[in-house]
């Protein structure tokens, strides 16, 4: 009943975004268009352990909040990688720039809400070698608005490292289609047996929609940052509705969790800020024939 009413509440905000949202441009992965900068000081030293953040910042709205948190945080300022979600191209280059980080982005759609390029980006401290987008599967079912996974190759000395930054569906899309939006982001951007870091705004409403969402990770080798108790965002309807709403998650392979954790007193969002800290396991450094391939790409 409760997932009842909270669709139909969304269902409603969409009718009343009807005309706005059939003028939406959604992009393929064929015509995405791939936005990068470069701001990090590239330095030989390699840490033991990483810090990875991802913060879906509500329609690139109040970069200026975000960045102030992504600055002043004890945890979130430490970040070594960042993954974003709802953002436009100036805002990333905003906080990358302001970061000191690398970055790529690519945009889903044209959002009707500000009529801005929506999408996700990665943001570095290190070398990004490569960049990739998937295009998820299941568009909105009145605008066609389709969401993506965006995925970088890392140079870590000579560690390699995979992180994705993804967003779903809102549960206007039902439940089985928003998995298998999570599965199609799996399927097209983590082949490779690389330590891996897949991590964003799933829109798990529902515990039996995160069991499903923990089940199709396990099943592919990975395991999950168990964070605080608690939500990951800020809604008056979720209260209203007595819905916990843990909505997003980080999931890893072939690393160390040493800390996770929620960043619950962030305001440029109604999603907070979620991190991980991790570390490399022994036989991380890249292996001869990902550095020839790597080599390979390059030529």
Same mark, same amino acid.
């Given at each position: 009943?409760?997932?009842?009413?909270?669709?139909?509440?969304?269902?409603?905000?969409?009718?009343?975004?009807?005309?706005?949202?059939?003028?939406?441009?959604?992009?393929?992965?064929?015509?995405?268009?791939?936005?990068?900068?470069?701001?990090?000081?590239?330095?030989? $030293?390699?840490? @033991? #352990?990483? !810090?990875?953040?991802?913060?879906? +910042?509500?329609? &690139?709205? =109040?970069?200026?909040?975000? /960045?102030?948190?992504?600055?002043?945080?004890?945890?979130?300022?430490?970040?070594?990688?960042?993954?974003?979600?709802?953002?436009?191209?100036?805002?990333?280059?905003?906080?990358?720039?302001?970061?000191?980080?690398?970055?790529?982005?690519?945009?889903?759609?044209?959002?009707?809400?500000?009529?801005?390029?929506?999408?996700?980006?990665?943001?570095?401290?290190?070398?990004?070698?490569?960049?990739?987008?998937?295009?998820?599967?299941?568009?909105?079912?009145?605008?066609?608005?389709?969401?993506?996974?965006?995925?970088?190759?890392?140079?870590?000395?000579?560690?390699?490292?995979?992180?994705?930054?993804?967003?779903?569906?809102?549960?206007?899309?039902?439940?089985?289609?928003?998995?298998?939006?999570?599965? $199609?982001?799996? @399927? #097209?951007? !983590?082949?490779?047996?690389?330590? +891996?870091?897949? &991590?964003? =705004?799933?829109?798990?409403? /529902?515990?039996?929609?995160?069991?499903?969402?923990?089940?199709?990770?396990?099943?592919?080798?990975?395991?999950?940052?168990?964070?605080?108790?608690?939500?990951?965002?800020?809604?008056?309807?979720?209260?209203?509705?007595?819905?916990?709403?843990?909505?997003?998650?980080?999931?890893?392979?072939?690393?160390?969790?040493?800390?996770?954790?929620?960043?619950?007193?962030?305001?440029?969002?109604?999603?907070?800020?979620?991190?991980?800290?991790?570390?490399?396991?022994?036989?991380?450094?890249?292996?001869?024939?990902?550095?020839?391939?790597?080599?390979?790409?390059?030529?």
């Amino acid at each position: 009943m409760k997932l009842q009413l909270l669709r139909m509440a969304l269902l409603l905000t969409g009718l009343s975004l009807w005309p706005a949202c059939a003028k939406q441009v959604s992009y393929t992965s064929a015509d995405a268009p791939l936005h990068q900068g470069n701001y990090a000081q590239h330095t030989a $030293a390699v840490p @033991d #352990s990483f !810090t990875l953040v991802s913060y879906n +910042i509500q329609y &690139a709205e =109040d970069i200026d909040v975000a /960045l102030a948190e992504l600055q002043n945080s004890p945890r979130l300022k430490q970040a070594d990688i960042i993954l974003l979600q709802e953002m436009d191209p100036p805002g990333t280059e905003t906080i990358a720039r302001a970061l000191a980080m690398n970055y790529v982005y690519y945009p889903a759609s044209v959002n009707p809400h500000h009529a801005r390029l929506f999408g996700n980006a990665v943001l570095s401290r290190w070398l990004i070698t490569t960049a990739a987008v998937s295009i998820l599967p299941h568009g909105h079912p009145f605008s066609g608005h389709r969401r993506i996974a965006v995925s970088a190759d890392l140079q870590v000395g000579d560690h390699s490292l995979r992180v994705v930054s993804v967003h779903t569906a809102t549960v206007v899309t039902e439940q089985d289609k928003r998995i298998e939006q999570a599965r $199609a982001a799996l @399927d #097209s951007l !983590t082949r490779d047996n690389i330590p +891996i870091v897949i &991590a964003g =705004d799933f829109n798990t409403v /529902l515990q039996y929609t995160r069991t499903l969402l923990r089940r199709l990770f396990r099943q592919g080798g990975y395991q999950q940052a168990r964070l605080p108790a608690g939500p990951t965002v800020r809604s008056q309807m979720g209260k209203l509705l007595g819905l916990e709403l843990i909505l997003d998650h980080i999931f890893y392979r072939q690393l160390d969790l040493l800390s996770c954790g929620v960043h619950k007193e962030a305001t440029a969002s109604d999603h907070f800020p979620i991190w991980a800290v991790f570390t490399w396991l022994p036989g991380n450094a890249k292996t001869d024939d990902f550095l020839a391939e790597e080599q390979t790409q390059e030529k």
